[in-house]
């Protein structure tokens, strides 16, 4: 398949609650294979999947927050958040697990995945966007 | 680039319908489905934050859905446009994107 | 136009299948062609012929199988989503030692890549869920 398209992750669940973060990592990771131009925004209650300090062994389900960590490994270096999500629920970048990539044209750095952008530029990015998976 | 946008749940049950509204980019169009639909009466809860939302998106709304909770077509916001299934079809065709606000 | 569609909940408790199934029932009347018809989530759960509703209710999965079979849909039930909640064709009964399978009619059982390949073949993809 020759063809590049702007594919965009749209989370808007928090985790645990339902199981929909968990199945839309899932996407993420296979299509990740597919040498599309990926995205991923966290709106809403979304922001929750990012958290710092997850831990579920009281309720006896899988945490499935590092996975995040290992996005970058796959390419998947567009995470977009939205600034006013994260105000309304008082959380700031710092409450975030940092999300890094290595950058291949550049000497390998490593380079934040995270960037933190307000209503308008998120609005901007769905629009370019080809395809647009909703959770 | 105009988008698509389909909102599916009750403006007084969840926030999808204001997030819509948010983040949706000027020029395009949104579609009230299912419990949507209460989104487009009149004098509801939210109306003022559609109304106000038409000046830079079209609003449809999904007419079985409508009818099948007893909504008649008198209730409805001005400006909102009645859709069938084929207009749902002919909307998504349309606009170059879809995105359906879960 | 090609189109795809998602359905990411069951039939029954959301509405989600029901406006799937008008609206690619729709499409398929208007000449365009549907690609694939890809269920994920509790979706999947729309892939069971042990769906037995009772005699005045409409039959979603039937529904579903009998446009499959009018229009030569691709109706494709996510393999992992599947296997979490039960979902079997032949295949999978034999791979994971089930004593059954319950994959209905039209559907078939394959993974997640279906439903990026979708995304990049169609011209639209629309998602139905919750």
């Known amino acids: 398949m020759s063809e590049t398209k702007k594919f965009l992750y749209v989370n808007r669940k928090a985790p645990y609650g339902t199981i929909y973060a968990l199945e839309s990592l899932e996407v993420v990771l296979i299509g990740a294979a597919f040498e599309q131009d990926v ?26 927050s590092p996975t995040y960590k290992a996005l970058g490994d796959f390419d998947v270096n567009k995470i977009y958040i939205e600034k006013e999500s994260l105000e309304a629920r008082g959380l ?43 959770f | ?61 999904l007419g079985p859905d409508l009818k099948a909770r007893g909504i008649s077509e008198d209730k409805i916001i001005d400006g909102i446009k009645v859709v069938d299934y084929n207009g749902f079809v002919d909307l998504v065709s349309e606009h170059d994107t879809t995105q359906s606000w879960l | ?47 069971t012929r042990f769906t037995t509703p009772p005699q005045d209710d409409r039959n979603l999965v039937n529904l579903w199988s009998e446009l499959a079979e009018k229009h030569n849909l691709d109706m494709v039930v996510c393999v992992a989503a599947a296997q979490r909640r039960g979902i079997v064709d032949p295949d999978e009964a034999k791979r994971n030692g089930k004593d059954g399978n319950n994959i209905a009619p039209g559907f078939r059982i394959s993974g997640l890549g279906q439903l990026i ?14």
């Open chain 1, 39 to 64: 995205a991923l925004a966290f709106i809403d209650d979304g922001v929750y999947q990012l958290t710092q300090g997850q831990d579920t062994t009281g309720i006896g389900v899988k945490n499935f």
């Open chain 3, 1 to 47: 136009m090609k189109l795809s569609v998602q359905i990411n909940e069951g039939p029954y408790t959301h509405a989600a299948s029901d406006t799937a199934y008008q609206f690619t029932k729709a499409a398929l009347e208007k000449g365009h062609e549907i690609f694939r018809v890809f269920f994920y989530h509790d979706g999947v759960n729309n892939g």
């Open chain 1, 92 to 134: 700031t970048l710092d409450d975030l697990m940092p999300l890094k990539y290595e950058d291949e044209d550049d000497d390998w750095a490593e380079k934040d995945s995270i960037h933190v952008v307000s209503s308008e530029e998120l609005s901007e990015i769905m629009d370019q966007s080809d395809v647009v998976l909703s």
């Open chain 2, 1 to 61: 680039m105009a988008m698509l946008h389909t909102v599916n749940k009750s403006p007084t049950d969840r926030n999808t319908l204001e997030s819509c509204i948010r983040l949706a980019k000027k020029g395009g169009s949104v579609l009230l489905i299912e419990d949507g639909v209460y989104g487009a009466i009149k004098g509801a809860a939210k109306a003022d934050t559609v109304s106000n939302a038409m000046s830079g998106l079209s609003f449809y709304v």
């Open chain 3, 117 to 130: 390949e979708a995304g990049i073949q169609s011209d639209r993809l629309v998602v139905f869920g919750d």
